[in-house]
């Protein structure tokens, strides 16, 4: 049991019985056939931002040439975008009085740009007629009249593509809009769904809240059994309070437990520890003596092999010399033998002479 994860908090004092609904299990004996009314649950849902306001487009001043200035005051009626006027717009803008309008039915706004182009095309054409003047041989009407057209398609060229690339984006503009308008109304229509499918289901469940509401009405002997009832709820509800309290003084000997376990857990690993490092200690000593031991096994089996040798070496020579020895004995008892036999054969001879010499000497 780690104490870490411990998924009651609260202690004994602060279980409290839920005001909405608290279901207490029973047995089947002491179960009653009673209406059961069943809680309704009503989810809300916040309310749906406000679709943002769609910026406001205002067309940058153009370049334009004075040829061009009815194809472009005709374009600039075509571009105008229509914004959606929508109640949670802060910032309307201001219609344009009728007396600002000129004769060709354009806006101030595009009268500013045929100021402009004039005034850019004037200079531009100063320019040219200033080069032509300081120029050293003067130029024919032709020359001029071509350069005028060369500046004039390319101006008209510039105002042509200033005039395509603002209508892509206002077209892009433009679809980004209905996009925005349709995704707001798939969420209104959600949401209409969700509506109805509420009042739906409240209306459906209407008819049984009537029917439990009617069958409240009961008698005597149903408030008496139901304050019986009450009461051995109580009775219960006691219990479960005791059995409660109990487990949470159960939960808090298991937690000093834990704890002591993890105390003595702590302890037997740094016992751990120092039994290895004693184990290791040992196992290098073991080590050193099982090498030494080796070392010393290896001189004295070198010690038993040279000694074996030169046992070898002492026996061979001792049998040697006992053959020798034996030899010298053989010869020596053969030469006593021998001198034994010739002592005997003199005995005889000096026997018989000293016979001889008696016999010689009694005959005297």
Same mark, same amino acid.
């Given at each position: 049991?780690?104490?870490?994860?411990?998924?009651?908090?609260?202690?004994?004092?602060?279980?409290?019985?839920?005001?909405?609904?608290?279901?207490?299990?029973?047995?089947?004996?002491?179960?009653?056939?009673?209406?059961?009314?069943?809680?309704?649950?009503?989810?809300?849902?916040?309310?749906?931002?406000?679709?943002?306001?769609?910026?406001?487009?205002?067309?940058?001043?153009?370049?334009?040439?004075?040829?061009?200035?009815?194809?472009?005051?005709?374009?600039?009626?075509?571009?105008?975008?229509? /914004?959606?006027?929508?109640?949670?717009?802060?910032?309307?803008?201001?219609?344009?009085?009728?007396?600002?309008?000129?004769?060709?039915?354009?806006?101030?706004?595009?009268?500013?740009?045929?100021?402009?182009?004039?005034?850019?095309?004037?200079?531009?054409?100063?320019?040219?007629?200033?080069?032509?003047?300081?120029?050293?041989?003067?130029?024919?009407?032709?020359?001029?009249?071509?350069?005028?057209?060369?500046?004039?398609?390319?101006?008209?060229?510039?105002?042509? &593509? *200033?005039?395509?690339?603002?209508?892509?984006?206002?077209?892009?503009?433009?679809?980004?809009?209905?996009?925005?308008?349709? &995704?707001?109304?798939?969420?209104?229509?959600?949401?209409?769904?969700?509506?109805?499918?509420?009042?739906?289901?409240?209306?459906?469940?209407?008819?049984?809240?009537?029917?439990?509401?009617?069958?409240? /009405?009961?008698?005597?002997?149903?408030?008496?059994?139901?304050?019986?009832?009450?009461?051995?709820?109580?009775?219960?509800?006691?219990?479960?309070?005791?059995?409660? *309290?109990?487990?949470?003084?159960?939960?808090?000997?298991?937690?000093?437990?834990?704890?002591?376990?993890?105390?003595?857990?702590?302890?037997?690993?740094?016992?751990?520890?120092?039994?290895?490092?004693?184990?290791?200690?040992?196992?290098?000593?073991?080590? *050193?003596?099982?090498?030494?031991?080796?070392?010393?096994?290896?001189?004295?089996?070198?010690?038993?092999?040279?000694?074996?040798?030169?046992?070898?070496?002492?026996?061979?020579?001792?049998? &040697?010399?006992?053959?020798?020895?034996?030899?010298?004995?053989?010869?020596?008892?053969?030469?006593?033998?021998?001198?034994?036999?010739?002592?005997?054969?003199?005995?005889?001879?000096?026997?018989?002479?000293?016979?001889?010499?008696?016999?010689?000497?009694?005959?005297?």
């Amino acid at each position: 049991m780690d104490s870490g994860s411990d998924d009651c908090d609260d202690g004994p004092g602060t279980f409290q019985r839920s005001p909405v609904q608290q279901t207490i299990i029973r047995p089947h004996s002491q179960t009653r056939n009673l209406p059961v009314i069943n809680s309704v649950s009503v989810t809300t849902e916040e309310p749906k931002k406000p679709p943002k306001e769609s910026p406001v487009i205002e067309l940058p001043p153009l370049d334009m040439a004075p040829d061009t200035m009815k194809k472009t005051s005709h374009a600039d009626d075509k571009t105008k975008i229509a /914004m959606p006027t929508t109640a949670s717009s802060a910032h309307p803008r201001p219609a344009e009085p009728a007396g600002q309008r000129h004769e060709n039915g354009t806006a101030p706004r595009s009268r500013q740009h045929t100021v402009t182009v004039m005034s850019v095309a004037g200079q531009e054409v100063k320019q040219t007629f200033a080069a032509a003047r300081t120029a050293d041989n003067p130029i024919s009407l032709d020359e001029l009249e071509k350069r005028m057209s060369q500046l004039v398609s390319k101006m008209e060229k510039d105002n042509i &593509a *200033k005039l395509d690339k603002t209508r892509k984006d206002c077209a892009k503009q433009i679809q980004a809009q209905k996009e925005q308008a349709e &995704a707001d109304q798939q969420c209104l229509s959600m949401n209409l769904d969700e509506m109805k499918k509420k009042i739906e289901f409240f209306g459906a469940r209407a008819p049984q809240l009537s029917q439990m509401t009617a069958s409240t /009405m009961m008698t005597p002997e149903d408030t008496r059994f139901l304050k019986l009832e009450k009461n051995q709820l109580e009775m219960e509800l006691r219990t479960v309070h005791d059995a409660y *309290k109990n487990m949470f003084n159960m939960y808090d000997k298991l937690k000093n437990l834990n704890k002591d376990l993890k105390e003595d857990n702590a302890q037997l690993r740094e016992i751990e520890s120092t039994l290895k490092e004693k184990i290791a200690t040992g196992q290098e000593k073991y080590m *050193k003596m099982v090498d030494q031991a080796t070392e010393r096994l290896n001189q004295a089996n070198e010690c038993i092999a040279s000694l074996e040798r030169k046992s070898e070496d002492d026996t061979i020579t001792l049998r &040697a010399k006992l053959k020798k020895t034996e030899l010298q004995l053989s010869t020596t008892l053969q030469q006593l033998e021998i001198k034994r036999k010739e002592c005997m054969e003199l005995n005889e001879i000096c026997q018989a002479l000293l016979a001889k010499a008696e016999i010689h000497s009694d005959t005297e």
